[in-house]
């Protein structure tokens, strides 16, 4: 993957760049909107809620708790293979959900300077078009990568109950021949759980800090798709 939607130490530049194309920023809302109810109801799964009074016939919460799940678990499914689909056929700015260059010596050199900004050991800010080398780091390692992880245990410990020979048993089943206990798969779908969430955490932290503190808009681009640069922003030290 080429670097060349990239531009780093360019005071000169204003204005805005159509980056972001339609079906990338309905993927964004669409995961962000199926990963929270995935943990919310992930989570009252693996912590079931106390038990309720009355008839159990007359209540299906937990049921209903797991329905969400299993459409919420389709919906980041499906929606991440579009994605990688987009990927291959969209801008150039949408083929940065693939693997990062990191065959390439400017590209490390990048995600430095971009760690050194998140974590407050520098005021100096580069400009990107699309992702900056960290995000897509990023990007790779929990969109897909994790994300392929917690599709792939999830439809396997949702074969357990679809059946012998199911769909579900057929596409996911291998994954009890490399981890045959069905509890540390569970265990490892949770932690998977887990890390997502922080990753989510750590993104709003960024783009959040990106809109503060640098000259270029972090959340509205995907909102409308256009990558705007300001004047308003902390100064490019030479």
């Not at 309905?26 to 909107?33: E, K, S």
């Not at 520098?122 to 994790?146: C, Q, S």
Request: proline share 5%; glycine share 8%.
């Amino acid at each position: 993957m080429a670097t060349s939607n990239v531009t780093m130490d360019d005071p000169g530049y204003n204005g805005s760049i159509y980056v972001f194309q339609l079906p990338v920023r309905i993927w964004h809302w669409l995961n962000a909107l199926s990963i929270t109810v995935l943990a919310i109801s992930g989570y009252l799964i693996a912590s079931p809620l106390p038990t309720m009074s009355g008839e159990a016939s007359q209540s299906f919460l937990m049921g209903n708790i797991r329905l969400f799940h299993f459409i919420a678990a389709m919906v980041f499914a499906i929606g991440l293979f579009v994605r990688l689909y987009w990927a291959v056929v969209g801008n150039r700015y949408a083929r940065g959900l693939l693997i990062p260059p990191v065959w390439r010596g400017d590209y490390w050199k990048r995600m430095w300077h971009e760690v050194k900004f998140y974590t407050f050991f520098t005021r100096k800010v580069g400009k990107y078009r699309g992702h900056n080398p960290l995000a897509m780091m990023f990007m790779w390692l929990f969109n897909v990568v994790l994300a392929i992880f917690m599709i792939c245990t999830g439809f396997a410990l949702y074969s357990q109950g679809t059946g012998d020979g199911s769909w579900a048993d057929v596409m996911f089943g291998w994954v009890f021949s490399i981890v045959p206990s069905s509890q540390a798969v569970r265990m490892w779908h949770l932690v998977g759980m887990w890390v997502m969430v922080s990753f989510s955490i750590v993104h709003i932290y960024m783009v959040v800090r990106a809109d503060l503190m640098t000259r270029q808009n972090g959340f509205s681009v995907m909102i409308d798709g256009y990558r705007r640069f300001r004047d308003d922003g902390p100064p490019t030290p030479q």
